[in-house]
């Protein structure tokens, strides 16, 4: 199908439609809805080299994410996505600049969300992590009507082109399933360590498990631990934790620092059943899962989750398409046995 044959459907000029494709100039609502269904139900696909000529200039994406190495290098696997997909759409016309900054220190991000912003980015990619302290720049992006995308969790009152990760009460919820599992009858209590307890995500995967313990009758003793604390669980915290609490089933980590919990706990597994779940397949988890010392790791796929982001940044701004408002990534689960080969 051409711009011609839309005008021609939709009863308008081709530079109505081109306004519509382009996103130049104002055109009525009822005509532009219009010309998005005739677009949308023939899958027209405009031509993005089409679409730069059109503007003279690259698109920009920027994406502001924590430091690679932060959270045992969580945020590098997430980091390695988006370089990945900002290579592939590098000849269709795209820049992506990657902008991290140290997730410990506000002024660190303050500093890097007004440079983005001074750059007038084309479409933004962002993690809204610690959201009392970071929703400023949320709001400056909505203000500006720059089409943004939330990685690794969602954010409720906030306006995002899309979300894309995955239900956090589940995979709290999955995770109490997995600690009953593997104790069977629970007579003992269960530990929650929910760090990084001030995101909206973490938060929520700490109720899920919680949720599923009042259903299931055990009890749970929860330690909250702050993003701004530097080591959000250092082994010194987790040391003290246990030993004021040496009846426990085992420990649910509400983040990627199941490793730093197993490490002080092995004494505890060589002497007793003691169960370890926790997020993410990090190297160090995943040397700790394959040597038994953590029983069990649920998993965002953060490459992917990179990708996909800038993918659907691209469809909508570059392509003029429409997108899920939720990319609902799975609850991937792995245990000692059922590793990924890539990861070995």
Partial sequence: MTVKEIAELAGVSIGTVDRVLYQRGRVAAVTKAKIEAIIEGHHFTPNPIARRLKRNRAYRFYALLPQGDQDSGYWGQVLQGIREGADEIVPLGVETEIIEFDRYNLRAFRSAAEFTLQKAPDGVIFAPIMPDKTRFFIDAIEERHIPYI????????????????????????????????FAGTITRPVAVLNAHGEDYHITRRRDGFLHYAAEHNFEVVVQKYSDFQGSPLSGEDIALFLRHNPELTGVFITNCSAHCVAEVAEPIKSERDFFIIGYDLIPKNYTLLKAGLIDAIISQRPEEQGRRALEELYRHIVLGRPVVSKVAIPLDVYIKENIPPEHR
């Avoid at 409720?156 to 009953?180: V, W």
Wanted: some cysteine; glycine content about 16%.
């Fill in 150 to 181: 939330f990685l690794d969790a969602d954010l409720p009152g906030t306006l995002p082109l899309c979300a894309i990760g995955q239900d956090s009460f589940q995979g709290g919820y999955l995770a109490g399933r997995l600690m009953h599992l």
